[in-house]
């Protein structure tokens, strides 16, 4: 049933070629990334695979940031390790880039959060050195443009959030609260003493605010719920409204899906990152990918990267595994002691051998998760029109949730910006005339999003998708930037980069249902891949770290986990 919808989608969604630029609206949009076509290759017109004499120590199957870190840790320890990656590039959605002229920008995921020790440990590991100084996302980082009124820095400004209804900072208040009351996990997740959010939507927990507030007797809080109680703006019969707009953006851009979807222990441990400081890079969090790319290049006995080559299965054996993958349009076969699984887990009881037959708790779980496909539009514009903050969520009078999220200002980071000695002037404009925006625009059923437009042909798909999320900014951000500035956005080009599969919705018992079932071991292969947790960096490098550590526990029964360690053995 998976791999006649997964076709479906194919037939109907994926149709375009892998750098398919077309002039619209004047200007050229060019889109790159993988599609659905790169989960199923063409079958090889030869039978008997072409066998790599070269035993591994570990195969690892996905070279975004949980394969790569994966990667990492195994050759510290002098395993030898080969990285299938199906796509043309490494590090998945954390991916950046450069262009013609010398400019850094964001093509996926855009930032990492504050992290724990061991998080935070294995940052500076994988070649973030110092990332909480180097690397900080300078204030106002987070802006709300809704329905025509722009709320600078709402979350760090107090007068801003004070403007705004008290459901705002009723919400901030509480979240806080409530991670001080041990109700938010952390890595991992499923470890977590108290998983009481896991068993709610984020929906629902939102509504539950008022009265969870009610509850608290400390003065702060009284004090918020007080105002709330005698703001005019409050709907009574739907206090959290407003917030829940917000939140609704939120979900989709980060967790994949609907707030009523969503895991309100996810969206907890998420969005308390907007709280706190942020890190990024002129490339976004391409620097974590482009970091370990060095590093494991910088190793040749010990690790061989392979990209455009499609995992399509997986065989275990008593003490290796065979691993089959197409490249070039040819079979292949390489063997492993042990494999790390850090492709999208849904595609896992496909690709290994028996798991449906074996473990068919753990494919069942595997087969029920849910994806959306992420576009991400970098706009390439003459100028710098806009400097007022790092990211603008949108969210228009007349929303629809196939609208774009928010844009985040592509050159916020850029080093070119100068201000003062030592500290970079984020409002200042850099001195040359290439400004860019980068556009988020999920989407959670493509296949049915398609079938809903009879008139559009699937040809034009990816640059409909680009058009409907550059006139919408146009539309929405234009006036504002008209207004205060007096300029206009003044378009050169577009790149869409998509992303298929690549947000995993983080459904309610995730967590205390389905993560410790999902991550258990299959034979010789180790799961490594985010979808154990949340559609994060953090995630990532973490479990990659964790399924290394697993292995090389399983190499060497004498090998002790490093001090920070925090990831449960197998």
């Not at 840790?73 to 390790?81: A, C, I, M, R, T």
Request: hydrophobic letters at 35%; glycine letters at 8%; aromatic letters at 12%.
């Amino acid at each position: 049933m998976q791999l006649i919808r997964l076709l479906k989608v194919v037939s109907i969604f994926w149709v375009v070629s892998l750098c398919s630029p077309v002039i619209a609206a004047n200007y050229k949009i060019t889109i790159r990334g993988g599609d659905d076509l790169s989960f199923i290759p063409k079958t090889p017109a030869q039978k008997t695979p072409i066998t790599d004499k070269t035993k591994y120590d570990v195969v690892v199957i996905g070279g975004g940031l949980a394969g790569l870190s994966s990667a990492l840790f195994l050759s510290d320890k002098e395993k030898k390790v080969l990285v299938l990656e199906k796509e043309a590039q490494f590090g998945g959605l954390a991916s950046g880039d450069t262009d013609k002229r010398g400019i850094r920008y964001n093509r996926g995921a855009a930032y990492w959060a504050e992290a724990g020790e061991e998080v935070a440990t294995i940052l500076q590991h994988i070649g973030l050195i110092n990332f909480k100084q180097t690397y900080p996302i300078h204030e106002p980082i987070d802006s709300y443009l809704w329905n025509g009124k722009f709320y600078e820095g709402f979350w760090e400004h107090a007068e801003t959030l004070n403007s705004m209804p008290a459901s705002f900072a009723l919400f901030k208040h509480e979240l806080e609260m409530e991670e001080k009351d041990g109700l938010i996990p952390g890595q991992p997740f499923e470890e977590h003493k108290n998983l009481e959010l896991d068993k709610l939507s984020t929906s629902e927990w939102l509504k539950s605010l008022p009265a969870r507030m009610a509850a608290r007797k400390d003065d702060e809080s009284k004090k918020i719920y007080e105002h709330f109680l005698s703001d005019s703006r409050i709907d009574k019969k739907d206090p959290m409204r407003d917030v829940a707009m917000l939140v609704e953006l939120y979900t989709r851009s980060a967790l994949g899906g609907q707030p009523d979807q969503v895991s309100a222990a996810a969206f907890g441990n998420f969005y308390l990152a907007e709280f706190i400081p942020r890190y990024t890079s002129p490339n976004g969090t391409g620097e974590a990918s482009l970091k370990m790319i060095q590093t494991l290049k910088g190793r040749p006995d010990l690790v061989t990267l392979k990209n455009q080559s499609t995992v399509t299965k997986v065989t275990n054996g008593e003490k290796d595994a065979k691993v089959q993958f197409v490249n070039s349009g040819k079979l292949h076969e390489v063997t492993g002691t042990f494999v790390v699984f850090a492709a999208q887990l849904r595609f896992a009881p496909r690709i290994l051998e028996g798991l449906t037959e074996k473990s068919p708790e753990q494919a069942a779980a595997m087969n029920g998760l849910e994806y959306s496909h992420c576009f991400v539009h970098v706009v390439r514009v003459k100028g710098h029109p806009y400097r007022a903050s790092y990211d603008t969520w949108v969210r228009p009078a007349d929303y629809k949730d196939t609208d774009f999220t928010d844009v985040i200002l592509g050159r916020w980071m850029d080093p070119a910006i100068k201000g003062y000695e030592g500290m970079r002037d984020f409002k200042t404009h850099p001195k040359d005339n290439f400004g860019i925006f980068t556009i988020y625009h999920n989407f959670q059923h493509p296949d049915e999003w398609m079938q809903n437009r009879q008139d559009t042909i699937p040809e034009n798909h990816y640059q409909m998708a680009a058009k409907m999320a550059v006139d919408g900014m146009l539309k929405n951000i234009g006036p504002f930037i008209k207004e205060k500035w007096g300029t206009k956005i003044d378009i050169e080009s577009v790149e869409t980069n998509r992303w298929p599969y690549s947000l995993m919705v983080v459904k309610p018992g995730h967590f205390s249902k389905l993560a410790k079932i999902m991550r258990k071991s299959y034979g010789q292969v180790f799961f490594a891949n985010n979808n154990l947790g949340t559609p994060s960096v953090e995630e990532a490098v973490f479990r990659g770290h964790c399924a290394a550590n697993n292995i090389l526990k399983k190499f060497d029964g004498s090998f002790k986990n490093e001090d920070w360690y925090n990831c449960p053995l197998e």
